[in-house]
């Protein structure tokens, strides 16, 4: 890999806002000059093909289609930091339906396993809404999982979708040849917990803390295998926009002036540079 080249692998399930985050990411580089990091005008041409029509989309007001299940598209961005350090950040925009695959089939497609061994970071976007909280003997009284069990014994088995986290990193760790057991010899891994808006949390909540509460064994997990996991909230467009109905007050402002991050001690940033140039820190 190159020196100036931070590929971060960006790793989520369908509806968790991976293209999203991506166009507004590619807003601030472009637009806002107080963020940690911005576009190197000086640098190679950067490829926004990829991210146009979401682009298009959150300027007039509008969320952007669900991209197509059989795309997979890199962008690669010329970045400088606010210390004038240079890199190249290789974005991919895919699907979440091949992450899908890549559990259910166990199989991993040959431009994942490039790009899952040429990562220098797994960025895993999490939407904890979307998950469906499962009863333990941690969390219920014995008894009341015997009466749910009978009520639900024809029922299909489902394996819990932290546990499928766990696979998923498991699956990625193996087929990047990665050895755990040795320091500074697996990608940096960063937490995104999506659409933060939604849910709907007091100030200056800690997202780790958060991850702990509602996905604890996959918290537990990233925790003993990574030494310095990042865990940080992501509100890419900081409010719900329709997929039709415009949204006066976005278009008029700019998508550019939407979307926040909670870091990971609980402070809230306009920032959506943060977690990246987080990423840039652990791998210099």
Same mark, same amino acid.
């Given at each position: 890999?190159?020196?100036?080249?931070?590929?971060? &692998?960006?790793?989520?399930?369908?509806?968790?806002?991976?293209?999203?985050?991506?166009?507004?990411?590619?807003?601030? &580089?472009?637009?806002?000059?107080?963020?940690?990091?911005?576009?190197?005008?000086?640098?190679?041409?950067?490829?926004?093909?990829?991210?146009?029509?979401?682009?298009? $989309?959150?300027?007039?007001? +509008?969320?952007?289609?669900?991209?197509?299940?059989?795309?997979?598209?890199?962008?690669? /961005?010329?970045i400088i930091d606010d210390?004038?350090?240079?890199?190249?950040? +290789?974005?991919?925009?895919?699907?979440?339906?091949? +992450?899908?695959?890549?559990?259910?089939?166990?199989?991993?497609?040959?431009?994942?396993?490039?790009?899952?061994?040429?990562?220098?970071? /797994?960025?895993?976007?999490?939407?904890?809404?979307?998950?469906?909280?499962?009863?333990?003997?941690?969390?219920?009284?014995?008894?009341?999982?015997?009466?749910?069990?009978?009520?639900?014994?024809?029922?299909?088995?489902?394996?819990?979708?932290?546990?499928?986290?766990?696979?998923?990193?498991?699956?990625m760790l193996f087929a990047?040849?990665?050895?755990?057991?040795?320091?500074?010899?697996?990608? $940096?891994?960063?937490?995104?917990?999506?659409?933060?808006?939604?849910?709907?949390?007091?100030?200056?909540?800690?997202p780790a803390d958060l991850?702990?509460?509602?996905?604890?064994?996959?918290?537990?997990?990233?925790?003993?295998? /990574?030494?310095?996991?990042?865990?940080?909230?992501?509100?890419?467009?900081?409010?719900?926009?329709?997929?039709?109905?415009?949204?006066?007050?976005?278009?008029?402002?700019?998508?550019?002036?939407?979307?926040? +991050?909670?870091?990971? !001690?609980?402070?809230?940033?306009? !920032?959506?540079?943060?977690?990246?140039?987080?990423?840039?820190?652990?791998?210099?």
């Amino acid at each position: 890999m190159n020196d100036l080249t931070h590929s971060v &692998l960006l790793i989520g399930e369908s509806d968790v806002g991976k293209t999203h985050y991506g166009a507004q990411l590619l807003n601030r &580089l472009i637009k806002i000059e107080d963020c940690k990091l911005t576009l190197d005008i000086d640098g190679p041409p950067a490829n926004f093909e990829p991210f146009q029509a979401t682009l298009n $989309k959150l300027n007039t007001g +509008v969320s952007a289609a669900h991209t197509t299940s059989t795309t997979y598209i890199e962008s690669i /961005w010329p970045i400088i930091d606010d210390t004038g350090k240079k890199s190249q950040l +290789v974005w991919p925009d895919y699907a979440g339906e091949q +992450v899908s695959s890549i559990l259910s089939k166990r199989l991993i497609p040959p431009n994942w396993a490039k790009n899952i061994q040429d990562a220098s970071s /797994w960025m895993l976007l999490i939407r904890l809404n979307k998950n469906h909280e499962q009863a333990d003997i941690l969390s219920k009284p014995i008894a009341d999982i015997r009466q749910q069990k009978e009520q639900t014994k024809d029922a299909k088995f489902e394996i819990s979708h932290q546990a499928q986290l766990v696979e998923l990193l498991q699956i990625m760790l193996f087929a990047g040849e990665a050895k755990v057991d040795e320091a500074g010899c697996i990608p $940096k891994l960063l937490i995104a917990l999506s659409c933060w808006d939604e849910l709907k949390q007091e100030q200056n909540t800690v997202p780790a803390d958060l991850l702990a509460q509602r996905l604890p064994m996959f918290y537990q997990y990233i925790t003993s295998t /990574w030494s310095a996991p990042l865990i940080f909230g992501v509100s890419a467009l900081g409010k719900p926009l329709d997929k039709k109905r415009e949204d006066k007050e976005y278009s008029a402002r700019g998508p550019e002036c939407f979307g926040y +991050v909670i870091t990971p !001690d609980g402070s809230y940033s306009t !920032d959506l540079t943060l977690p990246i140039q987080a990423l840039l820190t652990q791998c210099c």
